[in-house]
C-alpha cells in the first residue's frame, strides 16, 4: 500500500539529548515536510523539501535539523537546542510543481521530553 | 499573523443535523483551499478542496464553499455523524506557495 510511514510513534527523549523521526514515503512524491502540532496552535511548518539533496526552514525551524539523501526519506532531528520539544510531530508529502497540490500526512510520532 | 483563522475551537452538533464549520483567511492570493480531518494521535486525512475559481465543491456529505469577497470558506456535514467528530483543519495556499493551516476546530456530534 502507498503511503507515510513515521516511526517510532512514541519517544521519550532525556533533556540534552538529540533524537531522530523517521519519515518513509513510497507515493514516489517530489516534495515532503513536517510538522508540528500544538494544542491550540494549529499546525506549524518545521521544514520542508522540494527535492532531493534540498529544503528548506519553515516557521519555526529553531532546534531542528534535517536531510532529504533519497527521496523516499526526510528524517528530523529534534536537538537539544530545541527547547520546547514536547509536542506532535507529523509528516507529509505531495506532488511537487505548479498546480493545486495536496498535503497528505503520516500517522504522526509523539515526543516528550522526560 | 495567523493568515487563516478558524476563530471557533469547538462546535458541538446533534447526530443528523448540519455541522458547519468556519475559516476566515487574509491573503487574497490564497488559490486553493483545503479541508483536514483529524483524530487524536493520527496525522489529518484530505477531506475536500476548492480552487478560488469556484464557489462551491461538494463530496457526499461534505461541501465547502468559498466567499472570495468576505475571504472566507466554510464545510458544510449534513447529516453529520457521531464518526464525525474530530478536529477540522482548513488549510489555504498561494500560488507555488505552501499551505498555511488554521487552528483547528473541534467537533463534536452527539447521539
Known amino acids: 500500500d502507498g503511503g507515510i510511514t513515521q516511526s517510532p510513534k512514541y519517544l521519550f527523549r532525556k533533556e540534552g539529548q538529540n533524537v531522530t523521526l523517521s519519515c518513509e514515503q513510497n507515493l514516489n512524491h517530489d516534495a515532503m515536510y513536517w510538522y508540528r502540532q500544538d494544542p491550540g496552535q494549529g499546525l506549524r511548518l518545521i521544514y520542508y523539501s522540494q527535492i532531493v539533496n534540498d529544503f528548506q526552514k519553515g516557521d519555526i525551524a529553531e532546534g531542528y535539523s534535517v536531510s532529504r539523501e533519497k527521496k523516499e526519506s526526510f528524517p528530523l532531528t529534534v536537538t537539544s537546542a530545541q527547547k520546547n520539544p514536547t509536542a506532535f510531530y507529523l509528516c507529509a508529502s505531495s506532488q511537487s510543481g505548479p498546480g493545486r497540490n495536496t498535503i497528505y500526512f503520516g500517522e504522526g510520532s509523539w515526543l516528550t521530553v522526560v | 499573523d495567523q493568515q487563516v483563522k478558524q476563530n471557533s475551537p469547538s462546535l458541538s452538533v446533534q447526530e443528523g443535523r448540519i455541522s458547519i464549520l468556519n475559516c476566515d483567511y487574509t491573503?487574497?492570493?490564497?488559490?486553493?483551499f483545503l479541508w483536514y480531518k483529524k483524530y487524536p494521535a493520527e496525522g489529518p486525512t484530505f477531506l475536500i478542496s476548492i480552487s478560488s475559481i469556484k464557489d462551491k465543491n461538494e463530496d457526499g456529505r461534505f461541501t465547502v464553499f468559498l466567499n472570495k469577497s468576505a475571504k472566507h470558506l466554510s464545510l458544510h456535514i449534513v447529516p453529520s455523524q457521531p464518526g464525525d467528530s474530530a478536529v477540522y483543519f482548513c488549510a489555504a495556499r498561494p500560488p507555488g506557495g505552501k499551505l498555511i493551516f488554521g487552528q483547528g476546530t473541534e467537533l463534536s456530534v452527539k447521539p
Open positions: 491573503n487574497s492570493m490564497f488559490d486553493y
